[in-house]
Structures are given as structure tokens and as C-alpha cells.
DNA sequence: ACCCTGGGTCGAATCGATTCGATCGAATCG
DNA sequence: CGATTCGATCGAATCGATTCGACCCAGGGT
């Protein structure tokens, strides 16, 4: 350890002969730099070990980090479990790498509390949040950091990459409907924070924090208003066992609607550790459109990586000065063999 | 849009009637402040609509940014579909946010290349990465920004969290051979950049880049120096499956060993599809233990979430000033039902 | 009564680069 | 040949906070 210090842009300036204006053209490029002095600064460079312009001076001066800062709610182990996730993620991670940025990964828990607010990002997306993250995205508001949602309660000044939730789980009972179903119930993504699991009553239901997972109950509700709900802890392949365990231990409903095709999946574990087939003995409809298990299940597949690109492409409009608008996208029925007439069951 | 301009910290203070010394210890907390000036600025502060201190300015200030980079080599979508990265990701979210850091997700492709080295981190963890991040891991070093490397090949000066891949692979292969198994097949993970699919030749596979791919391989061969070689072009299911269908249709091996569950689990596909039973007519091992379409696969299962951990902690001690040592884990056998005697087949 | 301690505050330096305007010589244009 | 760009370079201001050392003053110890 020869030199204390760190080598600085302004040190290689006076190593190469030039000001520390020169050196940093030389290095940015954006600027008229002759070859020769260029050559100069680069050799300079590498005698002092300089690796180059620190990133955080850069992205004081420039105004910009490069970062762009992805709020989760949940654990990454839980949130990254599904896949549908990982797909918008990639979408996003996509387009935003046109610029060269990155994806930085916040998890908004009850101990990480300010950690939105304290990271330099240039903006941010947010990813299935519930409104308990409104308090931060008023700080990023006032820091003039765009914010765009996927999958989240529409808030003021956040643009929105929606999903038509509600229609397309309509769509999804109704289809059972017209095969005879009336005993039906639903496992549900988390609809609250606490991501309690179990039945879920009326009264809790309408408490419920869960954007999608409300919208998507609401749309089955069009249909069943009586249906059972039990809401999962989490959009695991698990979380769908036990409650596929627990609904059908309970009220032998005739479809189970799963808010997940992880769920589904899981739903249809149990079923078959039960003896109950399906679709012959129970229908079982997922939603995404994802492939678990190698089942070809009855969901709604939805444009994952699309609408992270579609997030992707916002946020860099609103980076440039834009004002993009909400784009919202359908989720399309993907008919597979998971769905059959209503069986009468013998009491 | 009355104020061009957004509030700074000197703002507040002026308008506080404090210097902006003590503004800044009255929103760091670091410092002697009486209550009713820490109200004061907090008052102003509230007043300009000002959102506390700017994280870019703190960065370069305190040298720190609270973000630790994972330099993944593959897109998103595909590292994030294997859970054992995400566990290991998770196990490492954890532990660093004890510091409150949050990880920026940095893909190493050809395009993206400067990413790591303009990124404002505080350090940088390497997930599975080859030999070819070399050139950045230097201009870490010269920046003097701590590295950790969870799979991936050692370098010097960065701390390693490893498993022991080669001992381990061994294990699987000898329990083949006892059970009399002569015919013998490897589905590795990708064993160049490139992410060539297909069968491996000798050369091929002596030019091999993949750190993790060569290590498993490597034990295998200590048994099985014959063994049939295909290369996965990732640790997908479906990949596992493509695999499968060419080595099943190929040579008729008795046993498949593949580097990862999710590869196994396509193979087992495979067979199924092609009539053939596991473990009756073939067998199949994985790695990593982890749970993929409800399949009891004998395998090794590493600890992922510990590994996460270790390299969190490793991250933690670097930063403050220790020299942590390699941590070495160890990858447990696990009996599943997918691994039968080897069968005679009539040719 | 005097010295010392330390809480509270301030001014100024600093972190490390980027960028705006100015300068100067050489090349281009009419 | 004079006027005008244009290319190359430099000096100085700036980005927005943190922190170090100094200072003042009140209270406690002897």
C-alpha cells in the first residue's frame, strides 16, 4: 500500500498534463478531446490505478444514478417464487437496459421502512403494492422521481400498467357457471399485508389491502356473490395445497378458482392426495398463464413480460420529460383440461 | 409549478434560521440537536415540500450508497427461474439489510458491459459467474469496492462462499455405480457463455467456462470417465426436457445425472414421455434440493439460504474493515425414488 | 471564585466529478 | 486577405449534503 489515497479524476489531469475539464472529456466523450491528449489521460490513468470516474460523484453532478428502483412488498423468496413476477421483472430489466440502468431491489417490509427514500434511484416501479406504500411514493413525488405501477392501486401521479382483472376473472366463473357450477370457492393472492392465511370473512374481505387480489375477487363475486374465499399467504405452489386441503375437507365445492396458476397447481396437489379427480370430481381454473407442473391448466394467461416491457418503456418516457398515460392490458382465456360439467356430489 | 427549483437542505436551514450544519444533524441524527431547533427544521422542511436529504449527495459524501451489486451472468428470467439462485438471493437480502443496503441487479451480458464498474455500489456479490468478469472485478479492486463470489471460479482478492460441487457430484455418481449402473449420461448447466445446447465433445469440454458445470462434471468423471455429455443451455425445466428426448433417443443410458432439479425434472418429463419409467427403466439424480413438480428426486441438497447468508455476511465484515476468510458448504445427500438398479436393456 | 466539561451551533472545507463560458490558434469561406 | 467558425483546452462554478474544528455558554467539581 504505497498511496493512502485513492487516485482522482483530478489527479490524472495533473499527471497528464491537462486540466481535470480535458480528463473528463477525455473519459466521457462528450466533448472534442484530440487523440493525443486522450492517449495522455488514458496512460496517465493507468500508472495511478485509476479505475475510472467514481459513480457517485457522477451521479451527483449529472443528476442521474443510472438506478432504477423496484419496490417489492413481499420477501424476494416469496415475490420471486412466482414466476409471473420474474417475467414482468425481465420486461422491465429489458427495457430500461436500453439506458444502461439497472434494477435495484427494495423490499418494502414493516423494518425497511425509509429504504425507498434514501436510495438514489432515478425512478420507480412499483410491484403489487398495496396503499401501504402511499407515504413513499409522497416523497418520491416531492423529489420529482417518477413512479410507475404494475399491478397496484391506482394513486395520484403514478402511471398505471393495468390488467383487466376483474373482467377476466369474471369471464373465468362464468364459464363455470354455464358448466353447472354453484358450490364455488376461491383462494385468493394475499389481501392483506399481514398475509394471514385462512377463511376470510365478509367483514374482512371488504378491509382487504390486496389491489389484485380484490380486483380479481370482485370479478368472481359478479358471478358467485356466495363464494367461499380463503385467502392464501403467498402465490406458492404450497399455499394452493393447503388450502385446496382445507376447502376440500370443508364444503366440497365443485370448482375451485385460484387466484395463481401456483395456486391452482397446489389445489390440484391436494386434490389428487384426496382422491378427488379433476375435472371430473372438481374443476380448478388458475390465472396467469404459467406452466407449473406440466398441467394444461384452465387460466387466464396474461402478457407478464410485456407489460414489464410496457413499464420499462413509461419510465423511460417520464425520464425523458414525457407524461406517458396507463396502458392497460387483457388477460386472454387459455382453455386447458383442468375444467369439466359440475359434478353432483352424494351426500 | 410555482418554485423552478426543488429545496435543498440549505433551504431548509435558512428558512429554519440555523445553519445547514445543524439542519443536517437534525435530520441525520447524528449529533447533539435540542428538540426545539430539530422541531424548527423539521417545520421549514415541511413548509418547502422538502423530502429529506438527497441520496446522491449523501453517497458521495459519506462514500457509501447502501447498495451492494449482484452481477448475475444470464437474463433475468432465466438465473431467477432456478429458486436456488433465489433462495441464495434472498438468504443475502436478508443479512445485508441489517446495514439497511439494498441489492442492485446487474446483468453481465456482451452489450451491457461497463454496468458493474459505473454502478454508485458499496460492494459487489458474483452469482455463478465464469471467468469472463474478470477485467471488472479488477477495476473493483482498484476502486477498492469488496467482492464476493458465490459459485464461481476463485479469484484473488475475492472472498469466496463455495460448496463442494466435486465431492458431492462424486457421492452421486459412486451410489449409481454400486447400483450397478455402467451407462451413464450428464445434463450439465451451461458450460460456456455461450449457452451452447447440445452434446459436449472432449475439447469442448476442457474449454469450458462454466465454473459450476466443470466442477459437477469433474466428479462425475472420477467415476464415470466415459460418461456422455449434453449441455444445457440453462437450468429450466424445459431444457431438462430437450436434454432428455436426445440422450434417451441417443444411446440408452440407465442413468441420467443432472446438474440441477429443475434439468432432472425435465429429464423425468422426457421419459414419461417416451414411455419410459423412472426408476424401472431409468434412473435420475438432480442437484440442489430443491421441490420441482412434486417429484421425490434423489439429489444433493445444498443450503442455499445459508450461502445467501455466509455471502451477506462476508459483504458486512469487508465493509467494515475485516478480511473474511472463504466459507465452504457442505451439499447433503438426499434418498429420493428416482434411482432404481441398473436395468439390462434388450437391444 | 475558577477551571473544566460538554451540549449546541456555526463556518468552512470536502467528497469527485461535470459543465458552462471563455480563450486561443488554425482552418475555412467569401 | 480579413472575418468567421470550429476544434481543443482551461478555469471556475456547481451538484447537495456531511463533517471537522472552533466557539460560546451554562452547569458541575474543587
Redesign the pocket.
Known amino acids: 500500500m504505497a498511496n493512502e489515497?485513492?487516485?482522482?479524476?483530478?489527479?490524472?489531469?495533473a499527471r497528464a498534463?491537462?486540466?481535470?475539464?480535458?480528463?473528463?472529456?477525455?473519459?466521457?466523450g462528450?466533448?472534442?478531446?484530440?487523440?493525443?491528449?486522450?492517449q495522455r489521460v488514458l496512460a496517465a490513468a493507468a500508472e495511478l490505478d485509476?479505475a475510472?470516474?467514481?459513480p457517485?460523484?457522477?451521479s451527483?453532478?449529472?443528476?442521474r444514478s443510472g438506478i432504477i428502483g423496484v419496490v417489492i412488498e413481499d420477501r424476494l423468496r416469496d415475490a420471486f417464487r412466482d414466476p409471473i413476477i420474474i417475467a414482468m421483472l425481465d420486461g422491465l430489466a429489458d427495457e430500461v437496459g436500453a439506458i444502461g440502468a439497472s434494477l435495484l431491489l427494495i423490499t418494502q417490509g414493516e423494518e425497511t421502512d425509509g429504504a425507498v427514500e434514501s436510495a438514489p434511484v432515478d425512478a420507480v416501479v412499483l410491484f403489487g403494492c398495496s396503499t401501504r406504500v402511499t407515504v413513499s411514493v409522497d416523497v418520491l413525488r416531492r423529489r420529482g422521481i417518477p413512479v410507475v405501477a404494475i399491478e397496484a392501486e391506482r394513486l395520484d401521479g403514478v402511471v398505471a400498467i393495468d390488467l383487466d382483472n376483474r373482467p377476466a376473472s369474471r369471464l373465468l366463473a362464468s364459464k363455470l357457471a354455464e358448466l353447472g357450477h354453484r358450490a364455488v370457492a376461491v383462494v385468493t393472492l394475499p389481501l392483506e399485508a399481514t398475509h394471514r392465511r385462512g377463511l376470510v370473512s365478509l367483514e374482512h374481505e371488504s378491509a382487504a389491502t390486496g389491489w389484485v387480489a380484490t380486483e380479481r375477487l370482485a370479478g368472481v363475486r359478479e358471478v358467485f356473490p356466495e363464494a367461499i374465499v380463503w385467502s392464501s399467504a403467498g402465490s406458492f405452489i404450497e399455499e394452493g395445497v393447503l388450502a385446496g386441503r382445507a376447502l376440500l375437507e370443508h364444503d366440497a365445492p365443485t370448482a375451485i378458482i385460484a387466484q395463481s396458476d401456483l395456486l391452482a397447481a397446489g389445489v390440484i396437489r391436494a386434490a389428487t392426495e384426496l382422491g378427488i379427480r379433476v375435472p371430473d370430481d372438481l374443476s380448478v381454473v388458475g390465472f396467469d398463464g404459467v406452466e407449473v407442473d406440466g398441467i394444461e391448466l384452465t387460466t387466464i394467461r396474461q402478457p407478464a413480460v410485456d407489460r414489464g416491457r410496457a413499464a420499462g418503456r413509461a419510465v423511460l418516457d417520464l425520464l425523458a420529460g414525457g407524461s406517458p398515460a396507463d396502458v392497460g392490458f387483457h388477460g386472454e382465456f387459455v382453455e386447458g383440461s383442468t375444467v369439466g360439467r359440475a359434478r353432483v356430489w352424494v351426500h
Open positions: 489515497a485513492r487516485p482522482t479524476l483530478a489527479a490524472v489531469a498534463g491537462v486540466s481535470s475539464s480535458t480528463a473528463s472529456l477525455a473519459f466521457s462528450s466533448g472534442p478531446v484530440s487523440a493525443e491528449t486522450k485509476y475510472g470516474p467514481d457517485r460523484a457522477r451527483l453532478r449529472r443528476g
